[in-house]
């Protein structure tokens, strides 16, 4: 593990609540406080880099359970530990709820303390998440950000190892490169693993002469999740062009061996989505890392990468300050989002803008397809456990704020008037702002409706195709979403499909599967499933549940995932779910694989 330690300022043993309750003065009790928050930010870190640590070991056990259990934990660290130390706060220090310039004077002491720090800014953006927390279900907004914590750069060779090379590539070269992740368990044929690596990368950069390759830059760690492994990398040609070179490895019973080799970005890219569970990095440098990210995927906004390796909280800022730019040095304003009106959440974008962001309504429009609404805290509720659980690639991430500030100026008049006449539960006007007690980011698509209609036939096909993977990969996470009309789910531009609205996801475990299928012709009683309580589903409506109208892309679904279609396929998927055990995900395209350079082989990460 990275030697580098966070140290408190004041030993984490100390009862901060009994010595805040016998301060002798205020300034006692705002040392103390910054003491106390730095103190358990100091433990959460800790744990984290713990956790990501354990990733690798659970990799080399082969112990998938545990790493699956571990990554859940780091993901939801953060609010188990700030929640209730704002609880505690709010007890011991009643007067930060009251007066908001203690706050300034807890931040000034908080922040010297932090000084020098690598992880200062993601310090500071913990404190404001306490402060924020203290706040919580009051209209009073708290800034995200972090202005003013200076970065601390490391050595550039703490971050990567570069490896000097010419086309055509030696195997030498890869084999050197495997060794980065430093494993504990060996490679079963490390010199075979680098003749298909090696001989993969040649032929990729045969088509331009070699395109004047100089050297192989290898990110020291390896990044891990579910069951694989994956040394990321990047080729280095000339004009300082840079390709990507992800390698996927598997732990098998004889040993590691790499599995395939990702150099096209779109694969990468989909790979790296914040749609997947976060990586677990074994390497401390997370803005060099997101940056060494961002140098192989310059399309995708610098502020996801940090979701990819799992800083989601300083990516909450860095997407946050994104949004706003477009607002303030762009001039753009916030309008309705393209694509049909959602009937439960209103969803509004700027048009340059990487992001949509979701309010939910007070209640559902007259579209609503569903006999009960179960409340706005409900679907809040579904959106943030998607956000705490694997995505597999196949459902966009959400960002949820809290206590946020936006200017009124920002929106269309229309637009805001909706916003305060249909979404009382969240937003208030307030001296010329616009305050939301919540807002949900993500990441902003094309709905797939939208682009059935205008798409070319190839690329609407490959979209058909694609829609059947992402129902799997949620299905392989225990998410079903109750209602597949295609204008719940979105499209990338690399054909990618993703689920994006959640107000009708429910557990797939708590589904009843169910069919029509064994009734006679001509039948007309009443079912019996039909009296049963919950959420019941018959796998063969799927089909017409897409609401797509041409019948030949029905026909390609159909043709592509016909077992979707079967009561058999879920209820086998409910049993295995059930067993604890991990389903495999479709994550990178059978042509990626290196055994027999592009076999039918399933990826199982």
């Not at 080729?235 to 098998?252: D, R, S, W, Y």
């Not at 995927?297 to 300050?321: C, E, F, Q």
């Not at 069919?515 to 009683?525: F, K, L, Y």
Request: aromatic share 10%; with cysteine; proline share 5%.
């Amino acid at each position: 593990m990275d030697s580098r330690r966070a140290t408190a300022t004041v030993s984490p043993d100390l009862d901060y609540a009994a010595r805040l309750a016998s301060a002798a003065s205020e300034r006692s009790r705002v040392e103390l406080t910054a003491a106390w928050i730095l103190s358990v930010f100091d433990g959460f870190y800790e744990e984290f880099v713990k956790l990501t640590w354990a990733a690798k070991a659970a990799f080399e056990t082969r112990d998938h359970p545990t790493a699956v259990a571990n990554a859940r934990r780091r993901l939801g660290l953060y609010n188990a530990t700030v929640y209730p130390l704002a609880e505690e706060l709010q007890s011991a220090f009643p007067q930060l709820k009251e007066r908001e310039p203690l706050w300034t004077e807890v931040e000034a002491v908080y922040r010297a303390a932090v000084h020098g720090r690598y992880e200062a800014d993601l310090a500071v953006a913990y404190l404001h998440s306490a402060q924020r927390r203290v706040h919580h279900g009051e209209w009073k907004p708290v800034e995200y950000g972090f202005e003013g914590a200076r970065q601390v750069v490391p050595p550039e060779s703490t971050v990567h190892e570069r490896f000097a090379c010419s086309w055509p590539l030696a195997p030498l070269v890869i084999q050197r490169a495997l060794q980065v992740a430093e494993l504990a368990v060996p490679f079963c044929d490390p010199a075979g693993d680098a003749e298909l690596i090696a001989r993969r990368v040649n032929d990729v950069l045969a088509v331009r002469s070699g395109a004047g390759l100089r050297a192989i830059e290898m990110v020291r760690g390896g990044f891990f999740r579910n069951r694989g492994a994956y040394l990321v990398g990047r080729l280095v040609l000339k004009g300082a062009e840079l390709k990507p070179l992800v390698i996927a490895l598997l732990n098998e019973e004889g040993g590691v061996r790499a599995e395939a080799v990702l150099h096209a970005v779109p694969h990468v890219h989909n790979l790296c989505s914040s749609t997947e569970a976060p990586f677990q990095v074994t390497n401390r440098n997370y803005h060099e890392l997101s940056a060494f990210l961002h140098s192989i995927m310059p399309r995708r906004p610098l502020g996801l990468h940090y979701s990819t390796i799992g800083y989601y909280h300083y990516s909450k800022v860095a997407v946050m300050n994104e949004v706003r730019r477009r607002l303030v040095h762009d001039r753009e304003l916030l309008g309705v989002a393209p694509g049909s009106p959602g009937t439960v959440t209103i969803a509004f974008t700027s048009p340059h803008s990487d992001y949509v962001l979701k309010v939910i309504r007070d209640r559902p429009t007259s579209g609503y397809k569903w006999d009960n609404f179960d409340g706005v805290d409900a679907v809040l509720a579904k959106y943030k456990r998607v956000h705490e659980i694997n995505r597999t690639g196949s459902m966009l991430d959400n960002i949820v704020y809290y206590n946020l500030k936006l200017e009124r100026s920002w929106f269309e008049a229309a637009l805001a008037d909706e916003l305060l006449d249909s979404v009382s539960n969240c937003v208030q006007l307030r001296e010329g702002a616009l305050i939301f007690k919540y807002v949900i980011a993500q990441r902003k698509l094309t709905p797939l409706n939208v682009f059935l209609e205008s798409a070319p036939a190839d690329k609407a096909e490959r979209a058909m195709i694609n829609l059947g993977f992402c129902i799997r990969n949620n299905a392989a996470a225990n998410v079903f979403n109750k209602d597949f009309d295609t204008r719940n789910y979105g499209v990338s531009r690399y054909l990618k499909i993703y689920l994006y609205d959640y107000d009708a996801v429910e557990a797939l475990t708590d589904v009843k599967v169910r069919t029509n299928r064994d009734r006679c012709d001509g039948e007309e009683d009443v079912p019996a499933w039909f009296f049963e309580p919950g959420v019941t589903f018959l796998p063969e409506e799927i089909e017409a549940g897409l609401r797509v109208r041409s019948r030949g892309l029905r026909r390609v679904f159909r043709a592509a995932h016909a077992d979707l279609m079967s009561v058999e396929y879920w209820e086998g998927l409910q049993q295995a779910l059930r067993a604890g055990k991990v389903p495999g995900i479709h994550t990178f395209p059978d042509s990626c694989h290196l055994a027999d350079f592009g076999a039918e082989t399933i990826p199982t990460e």
